[in-house]
């Protein structure tokens, strides 16, 4: 028999709890001709679908291409409690209408990347089972796990030794995130590595009432836009798959060039060859061909062309007599300045990345006014019309004239 898909299912995770059950489980529901039921649980904290989603988000389109049954589990419940899930404090808990209102924007966005009809997607809300528990239940299914179990968990253990309050409902989170799995029958549980914890309690909730284990498949988490935490709304390093195609190019342009490589094999079908090979011979280009890929899974080719044509024609280099005009977009500044690199940086967007751009403000080859600046982290107050010289890069072993510069807002 072949593999049934299991090499695509298992490419680009992070853990799998196991490989041989997860084969086990394709084999027999070829067998049996039946769908594997794919679980995935949202909390609708914020009302944005963003791309860090669209890797678990994607890793379940795949099952459904190979014909199994997503399972999509609403937490209009588990949101009033808060998912604990990395937090040095507790969530603070939104009210049924904030709840019910993010809930209707995530059916809506995830149908740009599942496929949304009934044969293979369901929609479930876990305040179908969750919502009707009585005391005496909720006490049944905190009996199935011992605090010494709970305070393995890195957050909680974190938490606990450093006598910061967790609340005893944070608690039960790992437990009723579980007994979806139980309620729902899940064959497979799909999460980032942020929720291997609740996911695996899942496991051990299905062991108990006779049930076979899902199987876990964990994905990477995706750094944001800065580079550094991963995507999350409340941070705003997000792109989200409502974004306009702009939107989308813009953000995805703005990454840091160390990401290429993480975003690339998270969120295309590239192989790893063909990307490495496409970064290390033109960082810039390699970003452009990243938003156009990114992009065509949330919006049209054809409005991502546009959006790559309205950016370059934006933030190209435009000359104006003997001056280059530097389009600056707002969203770089705070408060009215920026570094002295990103400005250098912004003349040559085209060309050069941002690590050459930090050398060659250390080398002497940017100047306001009268003044050379050598710290590329010296912030320069950015006016309108400021004038500024920044050097050309080496071109073979010919350094071109210095461009002369002048900063539109």
Known sequence: MSDLGLSELLRGCEHVYTDAELRHKLESAARQKRQLRIKLGM?????????GHSVVLSKMRQFQDLGHRAVLIIGDFTTRIG????????RPVLSDEEIERNSQTYFDQV???????P????IRRNSEWLGGMTFADVVRLAARMTVGQLLKREDFRNRYEAETPISLHELLYPLVQGWDSVNICADVELGGTDQTYNNLVGRELQSQVGQEPQVVLVMPLLRGTDGVKKMSKSLGNYVGVFDSATDVYGKTMAIPDALLPEWYRLLTDMPESNWKAAIAEHPMKAKGNLAKIVGAKLRSREEMDRAAEWWHARFSQRKTGERVVVAIPAAELTEGAMPAWKLFWLAHEQEISKTEARRMVQNGAFEVGDRKIEDPNETIAVLDGLEFRAGRHRKGERIKQPLECVAKL
């Open 43 to 51: 909390d609708p904290t914020a009302p944005d679908v963003h791309l």
């Open 111 to 117: 149908g740009k990347i599942l496929d949304m009809s």
């Open 83 to 90: 998912d604990p899930t990395g937090r040095s404090k507790t």
């Open 119 to 122: 044969e293979k997607l369901e």
